[in-house]
């Protein structure tokens, strides 16, 4: 499915994501925060092996999942929205822990973004 007004901001970390998508939505427009974040804070608070240090395959698995609960929740919706990074984003996070990652290169299939990708500078 291409959903061509759903938009994936990219780049580096601390480069500003997640400053852009927090302006954009005072704004007005809809935005979808990384997951990383929330992620992380859940898996140490339960003390759980989902973090890159204990389990790199289980953290992007679950990044995954939670990328597209994201994209699923806006799914009806013509507004414009705007993704803090994306499915293709956690492909690239896999490749960095050279895991073998299916499961994400058919959700990227699936689940399809506007082909204009905003790029945050280093």
């Known amino acids: 499915m291409n959903k061509e007004n759903c938009f994936i901001i990219t780049g580096a970390p601390g480069s500003g994501k997640s400053a852009i998508l927090h302006q954009l939505i005072e704004l007005g427009y809809l935005g979808i925060a990384e997951p990383a974040r929330q992620i992380l804070a859940e898996q140490r608070?339960?003390?759980?092996?989902?973090?890159?240090?204990?389990?790199?395959?289980?953290?992007?698995?679950?990044?995954?999942?939670?990328?597209?609960?994201?994209?699923?929740?806006?799914?009806?919706?013509?507004?414009?929205?705007?993704?803090?990074?994306?499915?293709?984003?956690?492909?690239?996070?896999?490749?960095?822990?050279?895991?073998?990652?299916?499961?994400?290169?058919?959700?990227?299939?699936?689940?399809?973004y506007n082909s204009l990708v905003f790029f945050t500078p280093n």
Request: proline share 3%.
């Open 45 to 112: 608070c339960i003390r759980g092996s989902g973090i890159p240090d204990k389990n790199a395959d289980l953290f992007i698995q679950l990044m995954l999942s939670r990328a597209i609960y994201g994209y699923r929740q806006i799914e009806e919706t013509e507004r414009l929205i705007f993704f803090d990074r994306g499915i293709p984003d956690n492909i690239a996070h896999a490749a960095l822990y050279q895991i073998n990652f299916e499961s994400g290169w058919n959700a990227a299939k699936h689940y399809r």
